[in-house]
T-cell receptor, first 116, second 113 residues
Framework: NAGVTQTPKFRVLKTGQSMTLLCAQD?????MYWYRQDPGMGLRLIHY???????AKGEVPDGYNVSRLKKQNFLLGLESAAPSQTSVYFC???????????????FGPGTRLTVL | DQQVKQNSPSLSVQEGRISILNCDYT??????FLWYKKYPAEGPTFLIS?????DKNEDGRFTVFLNKSAKHLSLHIVPSQPGDSAVYFC????????????FGSGTQLTVLP
């Protein structure tokens, strides 16, 4: 049981390049999330998904796209990377919130992205 | 507009003493509050949580207190251990919207041996 895994762990891009970050979970969770963490700002939600084939915007969605073609995978895409997207990206997953009950979000180890 | 605030970027305590980490929030719609712990080069891990219908939740050495009227919560660690040295994030969520988490900026706790 690997939990939440993220690929790659590190990446350096040049401005304007594109890339896709992959998140995979083996816990059969319905919900998946992408966050970014910047110094002094905590984690901010980029996009999330409540199930296969669904996505929704979070707090800071601009410049990113996501897809959830399979329940276990959640992809984060940068079409044209900018230096402002230099950050550490975390993926998380959880069971769905039935009757408003909170279910713990499990986080991956993160991807450190630098855009030059 | 930060809805969850941790005003202390860092805190140092002696091993065996109490660590108190504080968090304030502004959104009265939040109904569930959490603390996550993060070590360098790792993802955050869930530590303890509290529902808005309670004012205290305890789990071993960790206790979270919630003061709804003051929109304030705190995490107490007693006794503190060197292995507790990490960044602690306060987070809040409300029902609906897939239980999105709103995080504070974190407090670096250092427990000195």
């Amino acid at each position: 049981n690997a939990g939440v895994t993220q690929t790659p762990k590190f990446r350096v891009l040049k401005t304007g390049q594109s890339m896709t970050l992959l998140c995979a979970q083996d816990m059969n969770h319905e919900y998946m999330y992408w966050y970014r963490q910047d110094p002094g700002m905590g984690l901010r939600l980029i996009h999330y998904s409540v199930g296969e084939g669904t996505t929704a915007k979070g707090e800071v969605p601009d410049g990113y796209n996501v897809s959830r073609l399979k329940k276990q995978n959640f992809l984060l895409g940068l079409e044209s990377a900018a230096p402002s997207q230099t950050s550490v990206y975390f993926c998380a997953s959880s069971y769905s919130s039935i009757s408003g009950i909170y279910n713990e979000q499990f986080f991956g180890p993160g991807t450190r992205l630098t855009v030059l | 507009d930060q809805q969850v605030k941790q005003n202390s970027p860092s805190l140092s305590v002696q091993e065996g003493r109490i660590s108190i980490l504080n968090c304030d929030y502004t959104n009265s719609m939040f109904d569930y509050f959490l603390w996550y712990k993060k070590y360098p080069a790792e993802g955050p891990t869930f530590l303890i949580s509290i529902s808005s219908i309670k004012d205290k939740n305890e789990d071993g050495r960790f206790t979270v207190f919630l003061n709804k009227s003051a929109k304030h919560l705190s995490l107490h660690i007693v006794p503190s251990q060197p292995g507790d040295s990490a960044v602690y994030f306060c987070a809040a969520t409300r029902s609906g919207s897939a239980r999105q988490l709103t995080f504070g900026s974190g407090t670096q706790l250092t427990v000195l041996p």
